[in-house]
């Protein structure tokens, strides 16, 4: 089964930096970045990324080099990244919204970055690193004497423009690049297909490691539209709803339990500042379309919310889906749509063999959002970039691992893991599947579910939910779950909680879960 995306043609030269500076030369006065009550416009913005890109290649940090960017959100991380890619190198996040362990751990997996761009705040996260940090206010002389224009460097769609990290089964940290034409594929689907323009504004809401804010920060500036930016290294709820409603912001791009916490924010307070947002575009993990339902269909909500699908090998979204047309079906488990611009869903079994209409197997992608590959990675991982030949052509794809299967009306759903399902008695059993049992039980806001083992060695489910009311009698849970569930899919414990932690990206973070609430597992010690 395959699922075609629309073929656009792109430039000669689809570098996402272009489209920046055509702005930046049709519209030089506008607003290109607001941080902090600073307001930058596009010819300033481009100018000062002109310096520090003539900085890099006198450097000889050009094509093929990798920067470091170790920065809070602020004016001169858009100066980093847009200099990085001019210079034709690529930047590389490294996220200050994480523990100094963490990033020493990461930079273990880069050790040929040029250097690190940091400031006073961030630059002890990095301090560990063998390569130069440097600071640009303390390089702002040495910047100054430096051309405003920008410099003469080819760059190529083939060539890396960043290169995130994101969890490997190995249990170590893969890095993985995307290149130029991946990326300007993205973002000009975004741009034509949801009518992106200068009016666009955006707000970043998710921290700098996510694959998901990269394209959260360029989107605006590839149509002309002005970014804002939190003065905030970590979410804050209350912050991001009074700037969506104090800067004329348009959209949002978020993985789905950050949706969660602002329209639970703004449900709180009789608000109507999302619901007036052109497209909130999320995905990430598995959606609970109960914690979003009232709010969705409340009179006057004119918000577009586009579910979406990808992973961060192939330029962070494959496809995408208008919400409008779950709430008015019948779907159990929501789509996240069709294919992007040039862009193909293969559903495999086991041989890499199609599957027929509604047959789940593997999602594998191929076409423009494939990715350049693992960079130094010479693990099992690796060989999720493959070759499937097509109608006597051979195709680059990319194996996801993720199970789905395609609807009768053509759009993708997405129902788990391959390695996330485990043996519970026996029987193979996706944690996912559980979770999306538990939310359509009454009295219950939001669940997880995670796999633990016992003394034996026995793996077993321990579901956490957040109860919509009063608290939840566990036995009560286990005898309505045993309504739609076999046996061996109910979890043995059932613990409730006020909340459910997320990590840095706006995700549910697992781990977190099970370390703060060890001592309730009763000889359940450790998780997969």
């Known amino acids: 089964m395959i699922l075609q995306g629309k073929r656009v043609a792109l430039p000669s030269e689809p570098v996402v930096h272009k489209q920046f500076e055509a702005h930046a030369a049709a519209t030089p006065d506008a607003v290109a970045v607001f941080c902090a009550g600073q307001r930058v416009t596009y010819a300033e913005l481009d100018a000062r990324a002109n310096r520090f890109a003539h900085f890099l290649a006198a450097r000889g940090h050009g094509r093929g080099a990798r920067v470091g960017v170790c920065l809070d959100y602020s004016i001169d991380l858009l100066v980093a990244i847009l200099g990085t890619l001019k210079a034709g190198a690529a930047y590389v996040p490294l996220d200050p919204s994480y523990p100094a362990a963490r990033l020493q751990l990461l930079l273990g997996q880069m050790p040929d970055l040029a250097l690190i761009v940091a400031s006073p705040a961030t630059a002890g996260l990095v301090g560990s690193a063998a ?112 700037m969506l409603a104090e800067h004329d912001v348009r959209t949002v791009h978020c993985a789905s339990s950050t949706l969660y916490l602002l329209v639970d924010w703004e449900t709180a307070r009789g608000g109507d500042t999302l619901t007036r947002l052109d497209y909130v575009l999320f995905g990430g993990e598995p959606l609970k379309a109960r914690r979003i339902a009232d709010w969705a269909r409340r009179e006057g909500n004119s918000c577009t919310l586009l579910h979406q699908y990808g992973v961060a090998e192939c330029t962070d979204v494959a496809s995408s889906y208008d919400l409008a047309e779950y709430w008015a079906g019948e779907h159990d488990n929501p789509p996240v749509g069709k294919p992007a611009y040039n862009t193909d869903l293969h559903i495999l079994d086991e041989r890499m063999r199609g599957v027929g209409a509604g047959e789940s197997g593997e999602i594998c992608i191929s076409g423009a959002s494939v990715g350049a590959g693992y960079l130094n990675g010479t693990g099992p991982e690796s060989e999720r970039f493959t070759t499937i030949v097509v109608d006597g052509e051979s195709r680059r794809l990319y194996r996801t691992g993720d199970r789905g299967y395609v609807t009768p009306a053509g759009d993708l759903v997405v129902v788990g893991r391959m390695d996330a399902q485990v043996k519970v008695r026996g029987m193979r059993i996706d944690p996912a599947d559980v979770e999306r049992a538990l939310g359509r039980l009454a009295g219950i806001r939001e669940a997880a579910v995670v796999i633990t083992y016992a003394d034996a060695g026995e793996a077993e489910l321990i579901a956490f939910l957040v109860p919509d009311g009063d608290d939840l009698a566990e036995n009560d849970v286990r005898a309505r779950l045993l309504g739609t569930l076999p046996r061996n899919m109910v979890p043995a414990r059932f613990i409730s909680i006020p909340r459910i932690p997320l990590s840095p990206h706006g995700k549910v973070d697992r781990a977190a879960l099970v370390e703060a609430y060890r001592n309730e597992f009763a000889g359940s010690p450790a998780t997969a």
């Open 131 to 242: 390569v130069e940090v440097v600071d640009l206010d303390q390089l702002s002389d040495q910047l100054a004497d430096l051309p405003a224009t920008g410099p003469d460097i080819p760059v190529t769609g083939d060539d890396v423009c960043y290169a995130v990290f994101t969890s490997g089964s190995t249990g170590t940290p893969k890095v993985t690049a995307v290149r130029h034409e991946g990326w300007f594929n993205l973002l000009n689907w975004l741009k034509i297909e949801y009518g992106l323009h200068r009016g666009s504004n955006n707000l970043v809401v998710s921290a700098f490691g996510f694959d998901l804010s990269q394209r959260s920060l360029m989107t605006p500036l590839f149509c002309g539209a002005t970014q804002n930016l939190m003065a905030s290294r970590n979410f804050d709820a209350a912050m991001a709803y009074r």
